[in-house]
């Protein structure tokens, strides 16, 4: 029994199933840019690229590459930074609050100058409560990492398939 669950574990390794979206045809590697940031709020970019960045690697199957080498370039800005206002009790101490982030991207051809998927605008808002403190961070990368899965996975599935293989 042991020895048929290795062989069909060795067999569907071998079976060349992939995951993830694939690139058009003449796209081989996928760039991310640094996105520009138009919020008030300083070094926000830093955040965005890691998150977009671990986006594609784990949605996309395609090799990572400089965005100034790569054959698509995902490329973007941070539109929008806010903290909003939260719940407060009857004696008016805030006890809940949130941040949302709103971030504008697209995929590039770099060689042709054409959009290949987009522009699209993506949000999300993230609370956090005030009785610890410190919390605005962790909301802060939740809402980024939203804002990222949501902008990969939907820009890559607009872009064309590649043809099938025989």
């Given amino acids: 029994m042991r020895r048929c669950a290795l062989l069909l574990l060795a067999a569907a390794a071998g079976c060349g199933y ?8 003449g796209h081989d590697t996928v ?19 890691a998150q977009t960045t671990r986006a594609v690697v784990s949605y996309v199957h395609a090799p990572l590459s400089a965005p100034a080498e790569a054959d698509l370039v995902l490329r973007g800005t941070i539109t929008d930074y806010r903290r909003r206002g939260g719940t407060q009790t009857s004696q008016n101490r805030l ?30 808002t993230v609370g956090y409560t005030l009785d610890v403190p410190d919390l605005e961070p962790p909301a802060r990368t ?14 890559f599935s607009k872009s064309p398939p590649p043809p099938e293989s025989s």
């Fill in 31 to 49: 760039g991310v840019e640094v996105f520009g940031n138009n919020s008030l709020v300083r070094n926000l970019e830093r955040e965005v690229h």
């Fill in 95 to 124: 006890i809940e609050t949130g941040v949302r982030i709103s971030v504008r991207a697209e995929l590039w051809d770099p060689r042709t100058g054409e959009v290949v998927a987009g522009p699209i605008t993506r949000s999300a």
């Fill in 18 to 25: 992939r995951t993830g979206f694939h690139l058009s045809e």
């Fill in 142 to 155: 939740r809402a980024i990492k939203n804002v990222a899965d949501r902008i990969v996975l939907e820009l």
